[in-house]
């Protein structure tokens, strides 16, 4: 694979520019297993006399939909749909949507870096979907409930709002140089129109995510409790 520039699309929103992720080398993700579920591994038995596996097995067996490292086309290897990616560190994760299979930069629709949690949507007429070094790609049910929490690490990645993280005000206080970003999304989409409201701030930072959000998410930031 050639040399990819790992910068996400970024744009203006009001005055607030959209957080800058770090320029990562492409990684030789060979896409080793792709598709096949994972479940190659379990595919082996290793007791003689189990000829069934118990309902925890395979549910985490349909949890993990693809490898976190591979080009993988939409329709043939992976399904439309929205998927999580967990446990990534220092932003060396990269995905990206495209348009087609050229690796041209007219051919990218969205990509971003990945500190902790990931969610991305991919859509149906996405030809390729391409991820490196990341953790495996988890499907989302969309109807899932959760134990939402009241607080969350400063570089938590994208949480999903009323399932990872509750509605509420939240505060994160002693950020530096602009360090911290956050953001408001309706969807997983990562497009302009999925934002709703991001910032950058230095010190103290205050920001309400409502019920009706889509999605939070935080890098470089100290940690969040929820004040209210």
Not at 38 to 61: L, V, W
Not at 81 to 91: A, E, F, K, V
Not at 122 to 142: I, N, P, Q, R
């Amino acid at each position: 694979m050639g040399m990819k520039g790992k910068i996400t699309l970024g744009a203006v929103v009001g005055i607030v520019v959209i957080g800058a992720v770090s320029a990562n080398a492409g990684s030789d993700g060979d896409g080793g297993g792709s598709g096949d579920n994972g479940s190659s591994a379990s595919a082996d038995r290793s007791t003689g006399g189990d000829k069934k596996k118990t309902d925890t097995e395979e549910a985490a067996e349909k949890k993990v939909a693809f490898g976190g490292d591979g080009d993988f086309e939409v329709g043939t290897d992976i399904k439309p749909g929205t998927y999580r990616t967990t446990g990534n560190t220092d932003g060396m994760c990269y995905w990206e949507r495209a348009k087609d299979s050229s690796g041209e930069m007219d051919s990218l629709l969205a990509n971003d870096n990945v500190t902790g949690t990931g969610y991305v949507t991919v859509k149906a007429t996405d030809k390729l979907f391409s991820s490196s070094d990341c953790g495996d790609w988890e499907a989302v049910d969309e109807k899932a409930k959760g134990s939402p929490a009241s607080k969350m690490t400063g570089d938590a990645g994208m949480l999903r709002v009323g399932v990872d993280i509750a509605p509420g005000t939240y505060k994160s206080t002693g950020n530096t140089d602009d360090s911290c970003y956050w953001e408001r999304a309706k969807d997983a989409g990562h497009s302009l129109d999925s934002i709703i409201a991001n910032n950058n701030v230095t010190g103290t930072a205050v920001v309400t995510i409502s019920a009706s959000d889509g999605y939070f998410k935080t890098s470089g930031c100290q940690d969040w409790k929820k004040s209210a």
